[in-house]
């Protein structure tokens, strides 16, 4: 019989090892400081990636470490304005090929979202909290195909909007309810096809956090913890 266990026992310490094998934390905002030193100020349009400065707080947008809950967290606040913030896939050992781990993960709080904003309308077009993930798409012009998915105001789970090469799926809404954490988790190969029709490519160019609240002239305060990405469960 204590063999019996001994085995059980090592089996479910097997099953928990390729399980933790198979998850990658990509962030965790563990810094000693308030700035996240491995994120950086990206510009889509030129594929730029700057460090980010001692301090990206100003008055009406910024970025910061704090701790919530005896726990770091990333705060982004903007009030008018747009803010983002992102990693480089291939730059301080940030390694993401989808076809081994598709399914990315984070989680996320909204205390305040940008009244009345609407990502179908594109004056409205703010989202408070998103999270994008970009892709090359692979033609001549050297154009980005971008995931964005979004904390929304208004529209409910599972609204899409496309801007150009820019997809839009709403993942979390203050239908919902805000001022709660709720963890995401979405197989980024599946969004990918389903959104673009083709298979998406096996490595991102970066990821990226995002608040805006610049077409409403609202205010938005999202919360960012706990981004991994998975293989397939």
């Given at each position: 019989?204590?063999?019996?266990?001994?085995?059980?026992?090592?089996?479910?310490?097997?099953?928990?090892?390729?399980?933790?094998?198979?998850?990658?934390?990509?962030?965790?905002?563990?810094?000693?400081?308030?700035?996240?030193?491995?994120?950086?100020i990206?510009?889509?349009?030129?594929?730029?990636?700057?460090?980010?400065?001692?301090?990206?707080?100003?008055?009406?947008?910024?970025?910061?470490?704090?701790?919530?809950?005896?726990?770091?967290?990333?705060?982004?606040?903007?009030?008018?304005?747009?803010?983002?913030?992102?990693?480089?896939?291939?730059?301080?050992g940030?390694?993401w090929?989808?076809?081994s781990?598709?399914?990315?993960?984070?989680?996320?709080?909204?205390?305040?979202?940008?009244?009345?904003?609407?990502?179908?309308?594109?004056?409205?077009?703010?989202?408070?909290?998103?999270?994008?993930?970009?892709?090359?798409?692979?033609?001549?012009?050297?154009?980005?195909?971008?995931?964005?998915?979004?904390y929304?105001?208004?529209?409910?789970?599972?609204?899409?909007?496309?801007?150009?090469?820019?997809?839009?799926?709403?993942?979390?809404?203050?239908?919902?309810?805000?001022?709660?954490?709720?963890?995401?988790?979405?197989?980024?190969?599946?969004?990918?096809?389903?959104?673009?029709?083709?298979?998406?490519?096996?490595?991102?160019?970066?990821?990226?956090?995002?608040?805006?609240?610049?077409?409403?002239?609202?205010?938005?305060?999202?919360?960012?913890?706990?981004?991994?990405?998975?293989?397939?469960?």
């Open positions: 019989m204590q063999n019996v266990f001994s085995a059980l026992w090592c089996m479910a310490l097997l099953c928990l090892q390729n399980s933790a094998a198979q998850s990658i934390v990509i962030e965790d905002f563990s810094y000693n400081d308030a700035v996240p030193a491995r994120w950086r990206l510009d889509p349009g030129n594929r730029s990636a700057l460090p980010l400065p001692d301090t990206v707080q100003r008055d009406d947008d910024y970025v910061e470490v704090v701790t919530m809950d005896g726990e770091k967290v990333l705060r982004v606040y903007t009030r008018d304005e747009t803010v983002q913030v992102g990693r480089v896939v291939g730059e301080d940030f390694d090929d989808t076809r781990h598709p399914v990315l993960s984070w989680r996320w709080r909204a205390d305040r979202l940008p009244e009345g904003a609407q990502e179908t309308i594109s004056t409205l077009n703010d989202t408070g909290g998103a999270f994008y993930v970009s892709f090359d798409c692979g033609d001549w012009l050297r154009r980005l195909c971008i995931i964005k998915y979004t929304s105001s208004t529209l409910p789970v599972g609204t899409t909007a496309s801007y150009g090469k820019l997809r839009v799926l709403v993942v979390s809404s203050a239908q919902d309810g805000m001022e709660k954490w709720v963890t995401i988790e979405r197989n980024v190969r599946e969004d990918y096809k389903a959104l673009f029709g083709r298979e998406a490519p096996a490595r991102p160019l970066f990821i990226m956090v995002w608040g805006d609240t610049d077409n409403t002239h609202g205010v938005s305060d999202v919360y960012f913890d706990a981004i991994a990405i998975a293989a397939q469960t």
